[in-house]
């Protein structure tokens, strides 16, 4: 596609489910990001895929959170027993490589109930 | 609490100027950016500016950065309902990838 994509658009589960949440990056952008955007702040960094190198994991709040990415395609975002504070929008992020222009998805809205 | 920091709301008339401001906490080489997020979609890069500039002008646009306060603005010309957004202010270190932003500026521009 011409952007990124993320999937799905919102999502409302019960405290304590699993939920996985889905990015497709911009064709050939070897960099993704994960962010958390809590009503009313601003963006957190979650974590950063570069090509096949490890990723930088140092936002992820929780080791109920976890990502994966598989080569320079899609990625998932998996939050294990969520609870209400996860509730959040949830941006993926694309670039050409770790220090261009990141190119934002329109998120997935989490509503922890 | 949040590195970069912003006012919360902004309401301006049609046609006048906004100017949304920003404080950011990184005083080496470091990029700015200002993004606009409307309802539904994503973040949309609309100017950087780097910190060994004062000021950068894009058609409606004007970035002006105070490097001593460490102080953001960006003002829009001639306002229009299409302006009508949340307005971020994010920063990056030249030798790191992450974004660091502010919790953003609701502009609401009336009739």
């Known amino acids: 596609g011409a952007g990124v994509s993320q999937s799905p658009s919102n999502k409302v589960t019960e405290k304590g489910k699993d939920v996985e949440l889905r990015c497709d990056p911009i064709?050939?952008?070897?960099?993704l990001y994960w962010y958390r955007q809590r009503l009313g702040q601003g963006l957190e960094f979650l974590i950063y895929?570069?090509?096949?190198?490890?990723?930088?994991k140092s936002g992820l709040p929780s080791d109920r959170f976890s990502a994966e990415r598989t080569g320079e395609s899609v990625s998932t975002l998996t939050i294990q027993r969520t609870q209400q504070e996860d509730s959040a929008v949830y941006l993926c992020?694309?670039?050409?490589?770790?220090?261009?222009?990141?190119?934002f998805g329109p998120g997935t809205r989490l509503t922890v109930l | 609490g949040e590195d970069v920091e912003q006012s919360l709301f902004l309401s301006v008339r049609e046609g006048d100027s906004s100017v949304i401001n920003c404080t950011y906490t990184d005083s080496s080489s470091t990029y700015l950016y200002w993004y606009k997020q409307e309802p539904g979609a994503g973040l949309q890069l609309l100017t950087y500016?780097?910190?060994?500039?004062d000021m950068k002008q894009d058609q409606r646009l004007t970035v002006l950065l105070n490097k001593k306060d460490k102080h953001l603005s960006l003002r829009i010309a001639d306002t229009q309902t299409g302006d009508s957004a949340i307005y971020f202010c994010?920063?990056?270190?030249?030798?790191?990838?992450?974004?660091?932003f502010g919790a953003g500026t609701t502009v609401t521009v009336r009739a």
């Open positions: 500016i780097f910190s060994n500039m």
């Open positions: 992020a694309s670039s050409l490589g770790g220090f261009n222009e990141q190119f």
């Open positions: 895929f570069q090509g096949n190198s490890a990723p930088d």
């Open positions: 994010a920063e990056r270190k030249v030798i790191d990838y992450k974004l660091s």
């Open positions: 064709s050939g952008h070897t960099a």
